[in-house]
């Protein structure tokens, strides 16, 4: 069973254009995640959820919007499409505050592309 | 802003070997973890450390925490092939209860060779 799924993996597209890339988990978490990987490895936070409200957006253009339906999707909606936003874009989960012991949980990650 | 500082950033090493990865990070924190990541996959969760003086092993990796130093490090022992990975070290700014926000390392890419 796949913990965290995302959809698309690999998502090609012209710049102006606007994306959404889907984000699932099955692992009964309360919170969840999007980060931005660049093309030097470099892994930053970009927004989090919990129960569906978001609790942090760290500076990101508006271009970018997260829609939480219900706890378990997090979607990200991406409008305008720059080169810049060429990346591959991972969402995670994790319990919460609940436990001391949560770590966050990865999908696969989905490679945009912006031609 | 909280700073997290990994090196190496690049490793080659022999198989056989030890080696150490280190992580500094700049405000006071008791949560680190660790993560490994294979090219082109996602990041997988090895430790997770959440006390001053924590140590975890699994196989040929350990990971320790000195939360006075703010420095995390990640031992390699008799490195086999199959270690060769991008490593990460996060911390969480936040601690007792902790938070949402976990700031990444650059990463450290490991390269095992025969």
């Known amino acids: 069973d796949t913990a965290v799924s995302q959809t698309p993996k690999y998502l090609v597209t012209q710049m102006g254009n606007d994306k959404s890339i889907k984000c699932e988990q099955n692992?009964?978490?309360?919170?969840m995640y999007w980060y931005k990987q660049d093309s030097k490895k470099f892994l930053k936070i970009m927004f989090s959820?919990?129960?569906?409200?978001?609790?942090i957006n760290e500076t990101v253009p508006n271009r970018f919007s997260p829609k939480s339906p219900d706890k378990a999707h997090l979607n990200l909606h991406i409008n305008s499409l720059e080169l810049g936003d060429s990346a591959v874009y991972f969402c995670?989960?994790?319990?919460?505050?609940?436990?001391?012991?949560?770590?966050?949980?990865f999908g696969p990650g989905t490679r945009l592309t912006v031609l | 802003e909280l700073k997290v500082e990994q090196n190496p950033l690049f490793l080659s090493m022999q198989e056989g070997k030890n080696y150490t990865i280190y992580c500094n990070y700049s405000?006071?924190?008791?949560?680190l973890y660790w993560y490994r990541q294979d090219p082109g996959k996602s990041l997988e969760s090895l430790f997770v450390?959440?006390?001053?003086?924590a140590v975890k092993q699994e196989g040929r990796l350990m990971a320790s925490l000195d939360t006075k130093a703010r420095l995390s490090t990640l031992h390699i022992t008799a490195a086999v092939h199959d270690l060769s990975a991008t490593y990460f070290c996060?911390?969480?700014?936040?601690?007792?209860?902790?938070?949402?926000?976990?700031?990444f390392g650059k990463g450290t890419k490991l390269s095992v060779i025969p």
């Open positions: 692992l009964g978490h309360d919170t």
């Open positions: 405000t006071t924190s008791d949560r």
């Open positions: 996060a911390v969480d700014p936040y601690s007792g209860a902790g938070s949402y926000q976990l700031t």
């Open positions: 450390l959440l006390s001053n003086g």
């Open positions: 959820y919990n129960n569906k409200e978001l609790i």
């Open positions: 995670a989960s994790s319990p919460g505050l609940a436990g001391l012991t949560d770590t966050q949980y």
